[in-house]
């Protein structure tokens, strides 16, 4: 069973800065690409960030292109995602997830929900105006 726990939420500004983490449970963790959703009230979850499993490719929503960064640290079991310049629309819950085939990756298909089998329980992101 695989334990993803995020951390780095919290109440910032507008144009501020956040960094959530994600660690992961397990020695398989290199073996699979990860990602970042988010939900708001109201809103169905949507696509963030993901990242392959050695970190060469990377992929981003629009809304977040340029302002956001997804790492990752394989000998800590960690995923990060950097945010700047934060909007009040970039105001949601934050989760992790972890693909569901080890060493997959594809821009087709790396953006939907139904490619990842592990969530985290996810950690609240509220920014000011």
């Known amino acids: 069973q695989v334990q993803l726990v995020e951390s780095g939420g919290g109440l910032v500004q507008a144009g501020g800065s956040l960094r959530l983490s994600c660690a992961a449970s397990?020695?398989?963790?290199?073996?699979?690409?990860m990602g970042w959703f988010r939900q708001a009230p109201g809103k169905e979850r949507e696509f963030v960030a993901a990242?392959?499993?050695?970190?060469?490719?990377?992929s981003y929503a629009d809304s977040v292109k340029g302002r956001f960064t997804i790492s990752r640290d394989n000998a800590k079991n960690t995923v990060y995602l950097q945010m700047n310049s934060l909007k009040p629309e970039d105001t949601a819950v934050y989760y992790c997830?972890?693909?569901?085939?080890?060493?997959?990756?594809?821009?087709?298909?790396?953006?939907?929900?139904?490619?990842?089998?592990?969530w985290g329980q996810g950690t609240q992101v509220t920014v000011s105006s």
């Open positions: 397990g020695r398989t963790f290199s073996s699979y690409a």
């Open positions: 990242i392959s499993r050695l970190g060469a490719s990377t």
């Open positions: 997830a972890r693909a569901r085939t080890p060493a997959y990756y594809s821009d087709s298909d790396i953006y939907l929900g139904k490619t990842y089998d592990y």
